[in-house]
């Protein structure tokens, strides 16, 4: 499974924003999918996550309330709105994918994923 994030850009404190990423190789219907973010001069951190086949999500508690994820696996596409950002948001997006079926808190961690896009940054400007 390749995947292809996009949607980053600069926006200001407040603002909203919508992340893609888009699957390619096979359908990804039968992956966990997730969000995760990586700000300059720190480690990889989880954001969002969604199962397969029912949709169960779980987010960070840094941006539970302002943050969703959602998919559509006939368009092998995930999205993240991202929406009251502030500048601690900035960060790498990073879509990323996994066979595994691990319990739902174990989806925050990024050993559970084989696959990731390449990244899409946002920047909040305050």
């Known amino acids: 499974v390749q995947l292809q994030a996009s949607g980053g850009g600069l926006v200001q404190a407040g603002d909203s924003l919508r992340l893609t990423c888009t699957a390619s190789g096979q359908s990804f219907s039968g992956y966990n999918l997730g969000w995760f973010r990586q700000a300059p001069g720190k480690e990889r951190e989880f954001v969002a996550a969604?199962?397969?086949?029912?949709?169960?999500?779980y987010f960070a508690d840094s941006v539970k309330g302002r943050f969703t994820i959602s998919r559509d696996d006939s368009k092998n596409t995930v999205w993240l709105q991202m929406n009251s950002l502030n500048p601690e948001d900035t960060a790498v997006y990073y879509c990323a994918a996994t066979p595994l079926n691990p319990n739902l808190s174990s989806l925050g961690n990024t050993a559970m994923y084989d696959y990731w896009g390449q990244g899409t940054l946002v920047t909040v400007s305050s």
């Open positions: 969604l199962r397969r086949r029912g949709g169960t999500t």
